[in-house]
Every structure is written in structure tokens, then in C-alpha cells.
């Protein structure tokens, strides 16, 4: 996808140079020149909020690529609204929440209740696709809680 972004970007670039140059060297007067030069001068402008916008993009895609599975799912769930008492990680000394544990061999997905009872809801072979779970419990969670008008 950032392959395809660079050459359509040099591709603004071409065009941009192109209108540019045909605006400068226009050797007669013309009536339009000064339109065509503010047009240039508006498509250098419009190139430069593009190159901003494509690096502030770039940028961000870097970020989300550093961050670990864990912290993106975190991120997810900060942006939907779950309150963090509702998850944990490794921690099954939280009740009424759902928690993800590395067992060393798998990840299991496991509800505590308000009493501290334990129950394994899920066992998976990757963190990723354990992450996918919790995640797609919570947004049917949320779901549900927007379709029925219960809060938090």
C-alpha cells in the first residue's frame, strides 16, 4: 500500500511541475496568465498539505507496527469505551472481568466472576488470534449495550 501511495504521489508531483512550468513560460500575454499562475501556485500549495498529510500518515502506520499485539488491543478497547476494570492481562485477582493469560503453551481467555470463580472460556495457539476474540467479545458487548440503551 506504501508503494502505491509513493507513485501516486510523484505521479502529484509530475503533473504539479508540468502546470507549473506551463504557466511560467507562457511567452505571450495571455488574458488568462495571471489565473493560470494562481492556479499553479495553488497546486504547489495543495502538493504540500498532500506531502504533510502523507507523512503524518506514514508516520502513524510506523507507530501502530511498533506497538505490541497487547498494546493494540488495549488501544481498541480505550476507543470503544471499555472501562479497564472490565479486562485484565495475566491477572486473575480482578473479579467481573475477562482476562487473557499466557499460559506458556497457549493464551487462554478466562471470565472471573464478582466471587473470584475462575472459567476458561477460550484456548488459543497465538496471542493474535486470542486478542481477536476479546476483542470481538467486546464489540458485540458494546453492541448490545448500545441496542438495549445499559451503560457501562
Request: net charge negative; aromatic share 14%.
Amino acid at each position: 500500500m506504501a508503494e502505491e501511495g509513493c507513485f501516486v504521489f510523484c505521479g502529484l508531483i509530475g503533473v504539479e511541475i508540468l502546470l507549473y512550468s506551463w504557466a511560467v513560460v507562457d511567452w505571450e500575454p495571455a488574458p488568462f496568465y495571471k489565473c493560470i499562475a494562481l492556479l499553479a501556485n495553488a497546486m504547489w500549495l495543495n502538493l504540500a498539505l498532500a506531502l504533510f498529510l502523507f507523512i503524518c500518515l506514514w508516520r502513524k502506520e510506523e507507530t501502530n507496527k511498533s506497538l505490541s499485539v497487547i498494546d493494540r488491543l488495549t488501544l481498541e478497547l480505550r476507543r470503544l469505551g471499555i472501562n479497564s476494570s472490565e479486562y485484565a492481562f495475566n491477572d486473575i485477582s480482578k473479579t467481573d472481568c475477562m482476562v487473557l493469560c499466557n499460559s506458556g503453551v497457549n493464551y487462554q481467555i478466562i471470565y472471573v466472576d464478582d466471587r473470584g470463580i475462575q472459567k476458561i472460556i477460550a484456548s488459543f495457539s497465538t496471542e493474535e488470534k486470542a486478542c481477536d476474540y476479546v476483542l470481538d467479545y467486546f464489540k458485540k458487548s458494546v453492541q448490545v449495550r448500545k441496542k438495549y440503551h445499559l451503560s457501562n
